[in-house]
């Protein structure tokens, strides 16, 4: 079955970095758009950014432009989200997911158990 199983999370200051993976398994990954999203305590799970899968065009979220990276290792079967300059309001359970086809359309139908990151001082 589709599995997916992120890692990297953690307390970091702000202005510092952090690099989550999340590594699938159980269906073919290449043909999929893999995004990330995150809920923070009392808030609506909110989309962060997407690759895709046909021609590796990614999305962000406005307030992780510039700031966030999407990359995927099909090999590996793995996507990362590189965040740096991390900002307080960044913190939030991140989880990975993927998207019904292989452009990004931000819907998203499996996703994995999630990963803490904490952005405090």
């Known amino acids: 079955q589709v599995q997916l199983v992120e890692s990297g999370g953690g307390l970091v200051q702000p202005g510092g970095s952090l690099r989550l993976s999340c590594v699938a398994s159980g269906f073919s990954m290449e043909y999929y758009a893999i995004g990330w999203f995150r809920q923070a305590p009392g808030k609506d799970h909110e989309g962060v950014s997407c690759?895709?899968?046909?021609?590796?065009?990614?999305y962000y979220e406005d307030s992780v432009e510039g700031r966030f990276t999407i990359s995927r290792d099909n090999a590996k079967k793995t996507v990362y989200l590189q965040m740096n300059d991390l900002k307080p309001e960044d913190t939030a359970v991140y989880y990975c997911?993927?998207?019904?086809?292989?452009?990004?359309?931000?819907?998203?139908?499996?996703w994995g158990q999630g990963t803490q990151v904490t952005v405090s001082s």
């Open positions: 690759i895709s899968s046909s021609d590796g065009s990614t």
């Open positions: 997911a993927t998207d019904l086809g292989p452009r990004c359309t931000n819907t998203y139908d499996h």
